[in-house]
T-cell receptor, first 113, second 115 residues
Framework: QQPVQSPQAVILREGEDAVINCSSSKALYSVHWYRQKHGEAPVFLMILLKGGEQKGHEKISASFNEKKQQSSLYLTASQLSYSGTYFCGTEMGSNFGNEKLTFGTGTRLTIIP | DAGITQSPRYKITETGRQVTLMCHQTWSHSYMFWYRQDLGHGLRLIYYSAAADITDKGEVPDGYVVSRSKTENFPLTLESATRSQTSVYFC??????????????FGEGSRLTVL
């Protein structure tokens, strides 16, 4: 089942912060985050496993709330290079060994100078 | 060079024709995937493979056929192309994390137009 992302699009000025949310109605094992620039392939950002962990990558971090089946991606002090479409992908908590990563429809982030 | 490559990068075909999109990876990753990307739908899984000779359907498998006789290759065939299959197709691979999906490495994509 496809996760729901919000917002669908956001425009920020350089240096501002952004939060992108991803939620599922099913119990999750993991949440994956990817960024895709226009005309390019998606690029991996991070994986969060159930357990409520928070991970970071420079000024991009994420959290995973297992109880709410939600994940949030935090971009602080945004840079022009952060522009792109962000996708979350989710793996269900059941049927171990036969899981498929299902992606949301994406959040388009535009950073303006 | 190491990596994952797709061919062709661009293809225009006509309704009813057979089309094969090729995917080759040099990492010996166990898992390989085919996604299609359409505006408003994000990335949707067509088929995936956990190992050579093991394939399984994803969310949108109808109209597509895959095979995986060798670990490094995962071709996707549209047996009789339809206009609704106009899309950008991404192949991806990942290592085996105990049956779970690891980091996906995507190819550059194949843009297919069906007239």
């Amino acid at each position: 089942q496809q996760p729901v992302q919000s917002p669908q699009a956001v425009i920020l000025r350089e240096g501002e912060d952004a939060v992108i949310n991803c939620s599922s109605s099913k119990a999750l094992y993991s949440v994956h985050w990817y960024r895709q620039k226009h005309g390019e392939a998606p690029v991996f950002l991070m994986i969060l496993l159930k357990g409520g962990e928070q991970k970071g990558h420079e000024k991009i971090s994420a959290s995973f709330n297992e109880k709410k089946q939600q994940s949030s991606l935090y971009l602080t002090a945004s840079q022009l290079s952060y522009s792109g479409t962000y996708f979350c992908g989710t793996e269900m908590g059941s049927n171990f060994g036969n899981e498929k990563l299902t992606f949301g429809t994406g959040t388009r982030l535009t950073i303006i100078p | 060079d190491a990596g994952i490559t797709q061919s062709p990068r661009y293809k225009i075909t006509e309704t009813g024709r057979q089309v094969t999109l090729m995917c080759h990876q040099t990492w010996s990753h166990s898992y390989m995937f085919w996604y299609r990307q359409d505006l408003g739908h994000g990335l949707r899984l067509i088929y995936y493979s956990a190992a050579a000779d093991i394939t399984d359907k994803g969310e949108v498998p109808d109209g597509y056929v895959v095979s995986r006789s060798k670990t490094e290759n995962f071709p996707l065939t549209l047996e009789s192309a339809t206009r609704s299959q106009t899309s950008v197709y991404f192949c991806a691979s990942s290592d085996d994390r105990g049956g779970r999906t690891g980091e996906l490495f995507f190819g550059e994509g194949s843009r297919l137009t069906v007239l």
